[in-house]
DNA sequence: CTAGATCGTTTACGCCGTAAACGGTCGGGC
DNA sequence: GCCCGACCGTTTACGGCGTAAACGATCTAG
């Protein structure tokens, strides 16, 4: 029970992702080191071991190099999981994504909005393990607000509302809204995969007799358990992305309306 | 500029934290250790040096005593950090957490959803270092939600719903939409709170200097500067979670009127 | 041919989590 | 009164961590 999707429909984003699958594992290349080379063999290391695993040493050893060689190309361990993240959230200005590009080229700002959460969705569902780091990590500055972490990613979004015709305080209670929206709920997921995945190569003698532990004296939780545990993360992101666009939408036209106003969405 | 709440009003939640920091540091006190105390120390810790300082031998010495002995009490560090979690997330239900109670006494459950966010923000308010933590660390089962965490609090949450007259699967999504949305705009918050302390302790030469880092190729960002960096933390999260409220009543209005049916809020 | 730049290795230091052995200080049964 | 186990903090020790510094080896330009 409680697969990650139902049968007869598929996770569009989860599909981009599984597709993109076919580089080559690094795993003792000859040499040639590199701050890419070294960016992609931590994403993929986190991807596979998680991020406690991930330390200079056995980095290193991915590599077929001992650890201090490592830091020719990065300062430190700090500066390498900066680098991490800024490349993960830089793949969402590639030309194509799996299947779209957002940033420049959209039908009007709902459009876009959509394609970007689609697209940093993708990323979260693409290394579920780095993107607590996307969460967590100091943003450039203090207003900026992850997951959109990089000042291009900021002035695309407010450049994109200002020009549709958003004042500039309701650009930015967008930005505010909608960043809160993407962190909640794909952390959320990205979460949930993890506890998942950490509980399955955990057997640990009987496979049923953990799961439920005695809930017995919860009888809301008993009843709802089989609720609980179905994955509706697609459907909710969907819905919940919706209605907040509907209240951008509203704030917009009412914007539009008075103009020179500035007393909606806080 | 960027103060944290304008001056006329203040931020409640902030003020019922501010106002309850009347317990003494601990500071090498003489002995007899106990879980709980190095719980309490270790929550202290935390919020006066951040999580990453935190290690077993100085946690020790902030008791007066050598690691070691910690291990009495705690398995290792991981658990402590599980306990503290657990610890900080069970306030909610100490008698009043500032000046209201919210769990099995509400007027409805849009004051029980109400009084329970505000108790939850004025946890992470309260430790902003700790929270993190509450967002991260994995749940007791793969459907429990950070930062709604422990089991009795699902449990709370799913009765109060079903008991109102939501549907399991209503109130199952409810929580699900409620979670995203604390965790969302909590862990942004306190992030910034993160940010700006760590920027202040770190002077590092004229300290103006490092503030704006050449915004000038990025016309919206440098329009909109300072809007983005007023904080309005308290009145969005207050929009937004009425926002939500209401959404849920549209929700249990539809089920009311239809009974059988299963269809919406995904 | 040689001098310097380039780049990975080796060695070393201090700090970490924690296993194991140790000692000191009690309170209750003989 | 004495002793002996239980309790509880300390000491010692080990392997792994991030990283500074010294050290080769290998290429390339003059």
Redesign the interface.
Known sequence: M?KTTSDDHRDPDLVAVQEGHAAASELTRPAGLDRDRILTAAIGFIDENGLSALTMRRLGATLGVEAMALYRYVPGREDLLDGVVDRVVETLFDKDDGDDIYVEDHNGWQDYLMRLAHGVRRIALAHPSVF?LV??R??????V??PLRS??M??SF??TL?EAGFP??A???A???Y???????L??EV??I???V??LDQPEGDPEAQ?N?D?TQ????L???A???LD?SA??F???LE?LLD?LERVLHEAKNSDGDVSD??
């Open positions: 409680a607590p969460a967590s100091p943003p450039a500055a203090p207003w607000r992850p000042l291009r900021v002035e407010l450049g200002t500039d305080q650009a930015v209670a930005y505010r809204a960043s809160s929206f993407l962190l909640g709920h952390l959320l979460t949930q993890g506890a998942q950490s509980l799961a532990t809930l919860f009888p809301a939780l009843r709802t358990e609720l609980l545990s509706k459907a909710e969907e819905e919940a209605n209240r969405l806080a």
